[in-house]
């Protein structure tokens, strides 16, 4: 409808046109026209937000790199667990109920220690509780992948 009014309005020459206001004014930033005064360093705000994100990934990249080979033998060795316990576990039927009992016991006592804000622990305890949130992790997926064998 507006663009029908506008059309209208340049074909008939009148002052309509000039009565519609366009928020360019507004949108417009012009402080990336003279970024050398501004100390920018000459590069637009794509360039620093490019940049920006490229040092944020950096860090992550660098967090999830320290402990690496201890979070990966934690989870492998979850894992190994898993394929054990329900290989051991499955030889006889008779503690099935009791052994999938253990395991969620296991794993909700280690997901309340990991993710619970509010229960003050040392920083060497919180350390081994996220290298067991690891093992936690490996186990959960052991299991579930067990599930599907038979």
Same mark, same amino acid.
């Given at each position: 409808?507006?663009?029908?009014?506008?059309?209208?309005?340049?074909?008939?020459?009148s002052d309509a046109f000039r009565r519609?206001?366009?928020?360019?004014? $507004? /949108?417009?930033?012009?402080?990336?026209?003279?970024?050398?005064?501004?100390?920018?360093?000459? &590069?637009?705000? @794509? *360039?620093?937000?490019?940049q920006n994100l490229q040092v944020k990934?950096?860090?992550?990249?660098?967090?999830?790199?320290?402990?690496?080979?201890?979070?990966?033998?934690?989870?492998?060795?979850?894992?190994?667990? $898993? /394929?054990?316990?329900?290989?051991?576990?499955?030889?006889?039927?008779?503690?099935?109920?009791? &052994?999938?009992? @253990? *395991?969620?016991?296991?794993?909700?006592?280690?997901?309340?220690?990991?993710?619970?804000?509010?229960?003050?622990?040392?920083?060497?305890?919180?350390?081994?509780?996220?290298?067991?949130?690891?093992?936690?992790?490996?186990?959960?997926?052991?299991?579930?992948?067990?599930?599907?064998?038979y």
């Open positions: 409808m507006l663009g029908i009014l506008v059309l209208g309005a340049l074909l008939r020459g519609i206001s366009w928020p360019i004014k $507004a /949108t417009m930033d012009t402080s990336g026209l003279n970024s050398r005064a501004n100390g920018n360093g000459g &590069s637009t705000r @794509l *360039a620093r937000a490019i990934l950096y860090a992550r990249i660098q967090k999830l790199r320290s402990g690496f080979f201890m979070k990966m033998l934690f989870f492998l060795a979850g894992f190994y667990c $898993a /394929t054990a316990f329900s290989t051991v576990i499955g030889q006889t039927g008779d503690w099935d109920i009791l &052994s999938a009992g @253990l *395991a969620v016991i296991v794993v909700e006592g280690i997901g309340a220690l990991m993710y619970k804000a509010s229960f003050p622990l040392p920083n060497n305890v919180r350390s081994l509780v996220t290298v067991f949130n690891y093992w936690k992790a490996g186990l959960s997926l052991g299991l579930f992948l067990d599930a599907f064998k």
